[in-house]
């Protein structure tokens, strides 16, 4: 009896245990629990804690109270509020063991203030335009207009190969922290920085390394002072600038001691308590918007930086995300592709519970995916496909320069479109190539409404553009059965220019299209011999065998302009070469699905016996995949994988036949 008295004893208590505290700041919407990890070796210097920021707190910290089991409040030192990132604060005194929660997102200020001995601080701000490196005034003046925070930590010692808290060009450091100096009247510090670094001893200015400059030094050319230091704890200000010179970025305050230079060890710096936090709660007991950033690779292309990125929820939530360039996404995750390296924010909407903001920033060790890999590239662009560019994004443009050279017809075209919608000037460098990216990807499910677009630019464009508009209008009437008429009067206004040769090659391409095979071919060879340009073998092997090179590798942009090159040459290689094949390969990586069809017919009606008729068909099976006929597609490759197990395309074939 005495037994089971004592077990329901027990179990009693570790139900009683087991019931959360109560709520002590009543108009507080969250709170987090709060531990004492390890305690600061001088009071002073006060103990950190460091939680997660979702927009919940105000500006100021006003509404932050920090609560003990008691229910007394204690001191906090207010340092740093990065919005979608974190808060770090500093408690006058936590006891070991005992359990102390953080309150936030009420209305009142709660926690009585207090001034701590703050050591070692980093702080990183983004480089001002026109920073001068040259001086301490200099770097003082931009530090003081540089408001732009990449973010506020604690840190072990002045001694970093990298911005901790976000780009590694373009930023500004500050370490503010005071020195075990007992027992010193002098000492010898230096500094190795890239690019310019200057010291502060009890905040009057010491020495500095100016300028723009690599971290490389020796015992004889580093930089450096003997330095008074009279007290048991010597205040150092460090600060440092990096601008984009090529040289790695370099932080490091050092000094001599026993005859040695070093770095100033971590043990010799005063610092703060630890703490851990807990998880946070809210005070209905509502799922808490806590945003998980990972950033899985990024490319680089063009001058600029793109970021494969995944933002995603705790298990078991969902919502709607919407970031600052206007992308939005439902779901418990998304994955996007994101230019950098700026700050991005996004907001997500829970389906159940509150909104939250989460700040994304762009670390600096990731892996670098290579333009010249195809797969990586390709990788990017299907990101992007999942995409609604929306026209008031600030990295729209960014966005199409990469699609221009890697991404399908589809999505270039539909971010084009967007693009154009804010950018409707052709002085604009960029416009041309958004113009055709557009009205070729509407042109190939409206081919009436892409030249009614093309016919309805200013005259003034139309006119300072007929370079550009004329192949470009004239492509689209061969391929959607347009009017000859229109070609020929295309060819009379550009008589004794390369774009009257082009014209008369689009009314045979015209003629073949429409099925009119013996027609084009006479039309191809009075061509051939108009110009008296003699057709060689040789010369049209050694186009097909640069082409397919390119088509290997991937350079589609380079065989377009090649094929260009040839047809103007020989426009009768069509008749009995495979330029009509390699052009609907190049079609292909473009995703330019209609005309690739459409040329592969061509291609197999004027040369039913030719030997490229398994890759022939092969490329028609890719054209039909990518186009929903996906059954018709995996029927081809298994045919030509049972029936040709020897040619070089069914190992392909197989493979292809086996994709979902």
């Known amino acids: 009896m005495i037994r089971r008295a004592a077990l329901i004893l027990c179990l009693a208590l570790a139900v009683a245990r087991a019931e959360p505290a109560a709520w002590a700041v009543k108009d507080a919407r969250f709170r987090v629990s709060i531990r004492l990890k390890e305690a600061a070796l001088f009071p002073d210097a006060g103990v950190a804690i460091e939680v997660p920021e979702f927009g919940q707190t105000r500006p100021d910290l006003g509404d932050v109270a920090l609560v003990g089991a008691d229910g007394r409040l204690v001191p ?159 205040k150092i200000d460090y600060y440092q600038a990096k601008d984009g010179d090529g040289n790695p970025p370099a932080m490091v305050l050092g000094w001599r001691r026993d005859g040695k230079l070093e770095a100033i060890p971590s043990r010799e710096w005063m610092h703060p308590g630890t703490t851990s936090a807990g998880t946070i709660e809210e005070a209905r007991g509502l799922p808490v918007p806590l945003v998980s950033v990972k950033v899985h690779s990024y490319i680089g292309y063009g001058g600029h930086w793109y970021f494969d990125t995944e933002c995603s929820l705790p298990p078991g939530q969902t919502g709607q995300w919407a970031f600052d360039d206007g992308a939005t996404f439902s779901g418990a995750s998304c994955r996007r592709v994101i230019p950098g390296p700026e700050r991005r924010m996004v907001t997500v909407t829970l389906s159940r519970g509150n909104d939250g903001v989460r700040r994304i920033t762009f670390p600096n060790d990731v892996r670098m995916a290579n333009v010249n890999d195809p797969a990586d590239p390709a990788w990017y662009v299907g990101l992007l496909r999942n995409e609604t560019p929306s026209p008031v994004s600030p990295c729209l443009e960014r966005d199409f320069l990469f699609l221009r050279d890697f991404g399908d017809a589809e999505t270039a075209g539909r971010f084009a479109g967007a693009w154009l919608r804010e950018n409707i000037s052709p002085k604009k460098p960029l416009w041309i190539d958004a113009e055709t990216a557009w009205l070729r990807y509407v042109a190939e499910s409206d081919p009436r409404r892409a030249l009614a677009e093309l016919h309805g630019l200013s005259p003034e464009t139309q006119r300072d553009c007929a370079a550009w508009l004329d192949p470009l209008e004239m492509e689209a009437l061969v391929f959607n059965g347009g009017s000859p008429e229109r070609i020929r009067q295309i060819s009379l206004k550009n008589i004794g220019t390369p774009l009257e040769r082009i014209a008369d090659i689009r009314l045979g391409d015209l003629e073949r299209l429409a099925g009119d095979y013996d027609k084009a071919a006479a039309h191809y060879l009075a061509l051939q011999m108009k110009e008296e340009i003699r057709k060689l073998p040789a010369e049209d092997r050694a186009y097909s065998m640069t082409i397919s090179g390119m088509l290997e590798s991937g350079d589609r942009g380079a065989a377009e302009r090649k094929l260009g090159e040839w047809e103007f040459r020989h426009p009768s290689a069509k008749l009995d070469t495979d330029f009509l094949l390699l052009r609907a390969r190049t079609l292909i990586l473009f995703g330019r699905w209609k005309e690739a069809l459409q040329e592969l017919d061509s291609f197999e009606k004027m040369q039913a016996d030719s030997p490229y008729e398994i890759d022939a068909e092969f490329y028609r099976a890719r054209v039909l995949f990518e186009t929903g006929r996906k059954p018709e597609a995996r029927k081809i490759w298994t045919d030509l994988a049972k029936n040709y197990p020897r040619n070089g395309l069914a190992g392909a074939s197989r493979e292809w036949a086996a994709k979902p």
């Not at 001694?159 to 100096?181: A, R, V």
């Open 76 to 234: 906090i030192a207010f340092l740093w509020r990065g919005a979608g990132d974190r808060i770090l604060l500093l408690a006058k005194a936590l006891a070991a063991g005992e359990e102390y929660f953080l309150y936030f997102g009420g209305n009142r200020q709660a926690s009585p203030a207090w001034q701590p001995t703050v050591s070692l601080l980093l702080e990183t701000r983004r480089l001002p335009p026109g920073v001068g490196f040259d001086s301490w005034p200099m770097l003082e003046e931009g530090w003081r207009h540089g408001r732009d925070a990449d973010g506020v930590g604690f840190t072990q010692a002045i001694k970093h190969g990298s911005n901790p808290f976000g780009e590694s060009l373009g930023f500004m450091s500050h370490y503010s922290g005071y020195l075990h100096t007992a027992g010193l009247k002098r000492l010898f510090l230096y500094t190795l920085s890239s690019d310019a670094s200057f010291v502060l001893v009890d905040e009057t200015f010491a020495f500095g390394w100016p300028g723009r400059h690599s971290p490389d030094a020796n015992a004889e050319t580093v930089r450096g002072k003997d330095v008074p230091c009279p007290n048991d704890w010597t």
